[in-house]
């Protein structure tokens, strides 16, 4: 494999695996409805400084990743493929980000091909790939500045190392205009300790400088816009969205210190069995400047997300370009050496799931069928898992020459899953398709209503009306929902029959339901009985005609 064949191999994997299934299925609530809806609403306001969800202020994120997927709904139209274009996008380019410092780090044309390809097939980093929300992009930012990091350490030129510490400020720059703070930390987390390690602190203070100077000048006249626009953003975001999310007593998403362990390895497929011997070949080879630097890239952001309270799995997607690093290091020497014991058994234990799962999938779809006349959805997933067993079978039993086809099993896999969901799944997570059949009559209605976030947020993107009532829910929108202007916006259920009838005497109204329980059933009671009713799973749509009671 060479440099000049690498790149455009990875490149056709990127356009059929990355890009091609983006338009197949429906937005999931709530993430991929909610960053849909607010960066439509910068398209339709104009409004590019403060972030608003559903014309109503929402500050739990900087606008920088919104900017990304307005300009891919801008560029490639506001259809499920616009959405989430910059998370495809954000991934491809992280993969790229994994090939040149493969080759920077080793300059093997064969190791560098299968870290990029390890790393593009790990389940999650596929899967985050196809899903809209801002994760993607901030892993990009962060891996950027990690990458120019290690160019700027590696390079033996001074206009080379002023380069390099110039793109990790720009990277930390728009990382922090992403999700906020941790872009400036994570890489001082990694860079910090590796440079008393190897007695070059000096560079730190430096270099430092500029790369502080850059990211200041690309996040600072956002800073400055949004506070004059929105005076409480900056407390609200610091406060809220980082001491008490990562350090209160009340933090979001609680769980213990071992959460990510776990997690990491369930993470590392298709490649589990790679896991093991690569950590250990990296421990026993620390003290190389290089793979000090990959411990330190992946071990540093781990310890630091397990000791705060509030953890979400996808914090840590930014460890996972040095564990492919790792695990590509460890193939590569492997498939040098003719030793293919361990990719065999890789192969096998892969191999082990897959059957499970389809032995599973028949089990059930005969016992308690997950597919009713789904015919299309079922064949989707047996293509998938048969894609799996046959890519590991034969990796397992020829392990050194079919050592890439997990990957391309896991690619086949992640990307005609979430198409042959089941309908039931379906109707219930991805609100946006049923709000699709009926989008013609819902444009008509002069005021629309909602019970549930997800389909108030599903209903506004497809309508490209943000202004949807919010009929007993608040949420996340607890904030922006103070404020005075926006209390038109919420309706109470003691309110909602007065509600409706001051909307109908100026024209019909639309409704979308999520009904979960017996609270929704009641909620639902308290509306008019002559609407024409739609139902899907848990979702109601109805609509009232003008002027009647």
Request: charged share 15%; glycine share 8%.
């Amino acid at each position: 494999m060479s440099n000049r064949l690498a790149l455009p191999l990875l490149l056709g994997i990127f356009l059929l695996a990355y890009l091609l299934p983006l338009g197949s299925h429906g937005l999931w609530i709530p993430d991929e409805t909610r960053y849909a809806q607010i960066s439509q609403d910068m398209l339709l306001s104009g409004n590019w400084v403060s972030p608003h969800f559903m014309s109503l202020r929402y500050f739990e994120k900087p606008v920088a990743g919104y900017w990304m997927i307005a300009a891919s709904q801008a560029l490639f139209g506001q259809n499920l493929f616009g959405v989430r274009f910059a998370s495809a996008l954000s991934m491809g380019l992280s993969v790229l980000l994994c090939f040149l410092v493969a080759r920077r780090l080793w300059n093997e044309p064969r190791k560098s091909f299968a870290c990029a390809l390890l790393y593009m097939s790990l389940t999650v980093i596929a899967g985050q790939a196809g899903y809209a929300n801002l994760d993607p992009q901030f892993t990009f930012w962060v891996n950027l500045s990690l990458v120019a990091l290690w160019f700027a350490l590696d390079s033996t030129d001074r206009n080379r190392r002023l380069l390099g510490w110039a793109v990790l400020g720009l990277a930390c720059g728009m990382g922090f205009m992403t999700k906020g703070f941790l872009a400036w930390l994570l890489p001082v987390l990694v860079a910090l300790p590796w440079m008393i390690w190897q007695k070059r602190w000096r560079e730190l203070l430096i270099y430092g400088p500029l790369g502080i100077a850059v990211a200041i000048a690309v996040s600072l006249p956002w800073v400055l816009a949004v506070h004059a626009q929105e005076p409480d953003y900056w407390r609200f975001f610091f406060w809220h969205e980082h001491i008490r999310r990562f350090a209160g007593d009340d933090a979001q998403h609680d769980a213990p210190w071992w959460f990510y362990l776990p997690l990491l390895v369930g993470f590392s497929l298709p490649w589990v069995a790679l896991l093991p011997p690569a950590l250990k070949q990296a421990w026993q080879t620390r003290k190389q400047a290089h793979i000090g630097f990959l411990l330190l890239w992946l071990l540093m952001p781990l310890l630091f997300f397990s000791l705060s309270k509030g953890k979400l799995p996808s914090y840590i997607l930014p460890c996972l370009l040095p564990l492919a690093l790792l695990l590509g290091h460890a193939l590569a020497d492997r498939l040098k050496l003719e030793q293919g014991r361990v990719i065999g058994l890789n192969g096998l234990l892969n191999l082990i799931l897959g059957v499970t799962l389809l032995l599973a999938l028949v089990y059930l779809q005969l016992k308690k069928p997950l597919y009713d006349h789904e015919l299309h959805n079922l064949v989707l997933v047996f293509i998938g898992l048969i894609g799996w067993i046959m890519a590991n079978l034969l990796q397992a039993f020829r392990p050194l020459q079919c050592w890439a086809a997990p990957a391309f099993g896991s690619l086949l896999l992640i990307g005609l899953l979430p198409a042959g969901l089941p309908k039931s799944v379906v109707a219930n997570k991805t609100p946006d398709q049923f709000i699709l059949h009926h989008v013609d009559e819902l444009a008509q209605t002069g005021k629309l209503l909602s019970n549930d976030l997800g389909a108030a947020s599903a209903l506004a993107w497809r309508l490209k009306r943000p202004d949807v009532a919010l009929y007993n829910t608040i949420g996340e929108l607890k904030y922006g929902l103070a404020y005075p202007d926006s209390l038109k916006q919420r309706v109470d259920p003691d309110s909602v029959q007065e509600w409706m009838r001051e909307a109908r005497r100026n024209g019909s109204v639309g409704v979308v339901m999520r009904v979960k329980g017996d609270d929704e059933l009641q909620e639902i009671e308290r509306l008019p009985k002559d609407g024409k009713r739609y139902e899907q799973g848990n979702l109601v749509i109805l609509i009232f005609p003008q002027g009647a009671s």
